[in-house]
């Protein structure tokens, strides 16, 4: 059972709260929808320009989906479609993202490996361990016995006679 602190709670104000959070929610992504919806076109051509290929390797998808299974390239064409304003902004980050990994910091760090005359080369080593090479010794441990059992301890004084 809750303690009560005095105060009475009202289950209408709670309900008031979770009922205007909802609408604020709901008018937030709607607006963020519309403003998607009016910057999806230029988002698509700015796409275009910048790296045709991102469209054009999303279009081979969905027609390689297509070939292997027709329910989900139709499924992925309908939802490509209907959310167009998603897909827009989708290869926009992908060209953004590329252009950032490609061309930057990262991109650079492997077109320096390139010019200095390539990767480091390496050589596969066999990882199996022979054993009928190595001479293992048969020797026995000389293990002191134990005084006593801690089993047999009284209750009361077990836990002082383990540091006795």
């Not at 070939?67 to 953004?96: N, P």
């Not at 390139?114 to 009928?132: A, L, N, P, R, W």
């Amino acid at each position: 059972m809750i303690p009560n602190n005095g105060r009475k709670s009202n289950p209408i104000i709670g309900i008031i709260g979770l009922v205007l959070f909802l609408v604020v929610a709901y008018y937030l992504v709607s607006s963020i929808f519309w403003v998607l919806g009016l910057i999806a076109p230029v988002l698509f051509i700015l796409t275009l320009i910048m790296d045709h290929t991102v469209v054009t390797d999303y279009l081979k998808w969905i027609v390689k989906l297509f070939k292997e299974k027709w329910y989900m390239g139709l499924g992925a064409a309908a939802l490509s479609v209907i959310g167009s304003t998603f897909v827009a902004a989708f290869l926009f980050g992908k060209v953004m993202f590329k252009k950032k990994v490609i061309g930057g910091d990262m991109g650079k760090m492997f077109t320096d490996k390139k010019e200095e005359g390539g990767f480091t080369d390496y050589e596969e080593i066999d990882s199996e361990i022979v054993v009928e090479d190595i001479e293992l010794e048969d020797t026995e441990l000389d293990l002191p016995e134990i005084e006593e059992n801690l089993n047999t301890l009284d209750d009361d004084n077990a836990y002082e006679n383990l540091f006795g």
